[in-house]
């Protein structure tokens, strides 16, 4: 039994035939796969894209989805291995895992991370115990990484721009007034290097790096598919000759819990908001960014509405390669 964890955990050409199954559900949303199948949808945290896209995909295929919250009536849980359990939690993830097993045929996780320590965060316990506890495939539904997106950011690009082997893809942090997770950029820095691009990674100092595990699959990855990983520090540098640019902020792993001291750095680089001025030096390139975006801070008006933009064939995507994820753990 497999799940679907990371995007790490499969091959390019997994993936790709994944890709091309959403596509294939795009042209022809119904069908009979789930039918008589029921995926639990935990979240831990809010959402609009992943609870709907689930929820309708099931649906669309014959299935059935059932959303569980902490604030939805759910036990609070516990994750710790041995705990004694004296505290808030009525539920261990072990008893939870089970029972959810016992009922459905798939279950996806959505639990951020706490934000107080990378060294725990890291682990992503949550995602991990449940994937070790439940006798039913596991999808993340965005952890410390957010798989889904991935793949409906490949077959957005792959829509847009055909075959990506070779492309300049420029991965650029974008401010934020709060700290983010990373989960979308390192999803983002490990697909693009997968599907073989060339890879840039701007951000204001060394403090914004992502953590070394996915920079090190990345660079991997890239080298195992004629592309590149770089960094600079540098807009003009990392804008010049792009062929697809993709925005996120995220948070500087150093400061991670302790956001106060985070801040006047991260104040003094408003200026890498995406606009029509950097977007003048690339290749005229394709831009995107994962939703929900906070415009005029990450990106203007003018990029995101513009022709270039994809944000919403990448979002609509979710719905698709989503349903070929279910598919394909079913049918495994």
């Keep these: 039994m497999r799940h679907f964890l990371n995007t790490f955990d499969w091959t390019r050409e997994e993936l790709q035939t994944m890709v091309d199954e959403g596509r294939r559900l795009k042209e022809s949303p ?11 949808l935990l979240f831990l945290n809010n959402s609009l894209r992943t609870r709907t896209s689930f929820d309708v995909g099931a649906r669309q295929l014959g299935g059935h989805a059932v959303v569980l919250s902490p604030s ?14 004296l505290d808030d939690a009525e539920e261990h993830v072990k008893e939870a895992a089970k029972v959810l097993s016992r009922y459905c045929d798939l279950i996806g996780i959505r639990a951020f991370p706490k ?6 965060d890291r682990k992503d316990t949550i995602l991990h115990a449940f994937a070790t506890h439940a006798d039913v495939p596991v999808i993340n539904m965005e952890t410390i990484t957010h798989p889904c997106q991935e793949l ?29 997770n990373t989960a ?43 592309g590149s990983v770089s960094v600079t ?17 995220w948070g500087a792993l150093p400061f991670f819990g302790r956001w106060e001291e985070e801040k006047p750095i991260r104040d003094k680089h408003q200026d890498f908001i995406v606009d029509s001025h950097k977007m ?13 975006m906070r415009r005029n801070v990450i990106m203007t008006d003018e990029v995101f509405d513009g022709p270039g933009c994809i944000a919403y064939d990448e979002a609509e995507n979710r719905l698709h390669v989503q349903k070929a994820i279910m598919t394909t753990l079913i049918d495994q």
Excluded at 197 to 216: A, G, I, K
Excluded at 281 to 292: E, F, G, I, Q, R
Aim: proline share 4%; charged share 20%; aromatic share 10%.
């Design 115 to 120: 934000f107080e320590t990378w060294e725990e």
């Design 233 to 249: 520090h540098d807009i003009e540098a990392g804008y010049d000759g792009a062929d697809i640019v993709y925005a996120k902020s």
């Design 280 to 292: 003048a030096m690339t290749n005229d390139a394709v831009v995107s960014h994962c939703l929900p």
């Design 30 to 40: 119904y069908g009979d796969a789930l039918e008589g199948k029921t995926v639990a």
């Design 184 to 226: 979308v950029a390192n999803s983002a820095l490990m697909i693009a290097a997968k599907f073989g691009m060339n890879v840039t990674l701007l951000c204001p100092t060394e403090e914004f790096l992502l953590d070394d595990r996915y920079m090190n699959i990345a660079t991997r990855d890239a080298g195992a598919h004629g």
């Design 72 to 85: 939805g009536g759910m036990w609070p849980l516990e994750f710790e291995e041995g705990a004694v359990m």
């Design 152 to 180: 409906a950011h490949v077959m957005a690009l792959q829509e847009r721009l055909g075959t990506l082997d070779g492309k300049r893809y420029l991965l650029t942090w974008s401010y934020h007034p709060k700290p983010l």
